[in-house]
């Protein structure tokens, strides 16, 4: 089978995920506080959810390219259904609270799993150096559209159902189960992936055995790397999907039909500013690229809540999103640039996890500043704020860093 193949199925599974990630989160808190969850509960549930997708994420891409790529992305995919069957079935917060433990969620419509590293590596593997960061910026685009369409859906879906009759509860119930039938649907996908998207060495030994978790000459640039992205991802997680949309529900009564709406407009957008990234970065640079992107889109976050009206704050929302995904794909090419080929399952993997404990634990802290009205809107200060840091010191620190097809040029 050859390498456009695997490629193309590989879009099809991002698109499928990120689909299946949208689709939950605009109702994701909106749920479980009609199951009577409270706010700090429901970001503690947060918390965990992206704590045990840390550690299985760790386990998973430390293992794929010694046990099967197509087999780890399958367990994946299974523990996104599973996931989605305990929440759909249970209103018990203890229940729950392993269901998001030793499940897969996604609270905010993101990447979260092991699912980006291990397919960015088989990606990096099957394209041509020179067309890295081009193919990652679709990549984006097409997460970004999948997220879009799936928070339309998901929105549209649960308002529907009221209209029909059902309760809230029950009408966000069927969103849910939608999600586990969305992760058996991606199980089913990974199993058509052909045996050369595997990696090449077989029989590697362990890399939670190998120094440094399989990094070597590139353990001190990807550790510095991640402890930036950690703080960027934490800083995101203040102001994730699900917490906008009921944010937006509290503050002007926004129905979930528009909460999709809006999240669809603010998702294709994000998506048009990551295919824009490879031109950028061919013409700026990589780093350039992610920081003089990455700062006006965090200003614009700051202001939202700061706006008078519900049109007034979701055009700064949208606009906000109009530029602030050009450091995805850039990041990510960046990150599998500087270092070695085989480190790059590795680099992903270690990165990718420091983002998602950085997330992990910011819904424990905005979970109570959302539930007190005079605080709901301090999440999107802490969150820019920290974010033109995070630009900041990333400029600061890695601009002399330049991947090897810059220093060609």
Not at 175 to 198: C, H, M
Not at 372 to 401: E, H, M, N, T
């Amino acid at each position: 089978m050859n390498a456009a193949r695997d490629v193309r199925l590989l879009f099809a599974t991002r698109s499928l995920r990120l689909f299946a990630y949208g689709f939950l989160s605009v109702v994701l808190v909106l749920y479980l506080s009609e199951a009577g969850l409270s706010q700090g509960r429901i970001g503690l549930l947060l918390s965990f959810t992206l704590l045990g997708d840390t550690l299985l994420s760790l386990w998973i891409t430390t293992q794929a390219d010694r046990l099967g790529r197509r087999r780890m992305l399958r367990l994946g995919a299974a523990m996104m259904a599973f996931a989605g069957v305990l929440f759909a079935a249970t209103t018990s917060f203890w229940v729950l609270l392993l269901a998001a433990t030793v499940g897969i969620i996604s609270p905010a419509g993101n990447e979260v799993g092991p699912f980006l590293a291990i397919e960015q590596a088989a990606l990096a593997q099957r394209v041509p150096t020179e067309q890295r960061t081009g193919t990652f910026a679709w990549y984006a685009l097409a997460g970004s559209l999948a997220t879009a369409l799936g928070s339309l859906c998901g929105g549209l879906l649960s308002d529907t159902l009221q209209r029909r009759g059902l309760s809230p509860l029950a009408a966000d119930r069927a969103v849910v189960l939608g999600y586990a039938a969305l992760g058996a649907a991606l199980w089913l996908a990974f199993a058509r992936l052909s045996p050369r998207s595997e990696a090449p060495q077989a029989g590697a030994p362990p890399a939670f055995l190998a120094p440094g978790l399989g990094l070597h000459r590139s353990r001190r640039v990807v550790l510095r790397l991640s402890s930036l992205f950690a703080v960027d991802a934490f800083a995101g997680a203040f102001v994730v999907q699900s917490f906008v949309a009921w944010w937006f529900r509290a503050r002007f009564g926004a129905s979930e039909a528009l909460l999709g709406a809006i999240f669809f407009g603010a998702n294709v957008l994000a998506g048009v500013s990551a295919l824009s990234a490879g031109a950028l970065a061919r013409r700026f640079g990589l780093v350039r690229t992610m920081v003089f992107t990455h700062l006006p889109s965090n200003a614009l976050l700051v202001l939202v809540p700061l706006m008078p009206t519900l049109p007034l704050s979701v055009g700064v929302l949208l606009l906000r999103f109009a530029i602030s995904q050009m450091d995805v794909p850039t990041r990510q090419s960046y990150t599998l640039a500087v270092v070695a080929p085989d480190e790059r399952s590795a680099a992903a993997g270690v990165t990718g996890i420091a983002r998602t404990v950085g997330a992990s634990l910011a819904p424990l802290a905005a979970g109570p500043l959302y539930a007190v009205p005079a605080l709901a809107s301090v999440p999107f200060f802490i969150s820019g704020g920290l974010k033109i840091l995070y630009d900041l010191a990333l400029w600061r620190g890695f601009r002399a860093v330049r991947p090897p097809e810059e220093r060609e040029a």
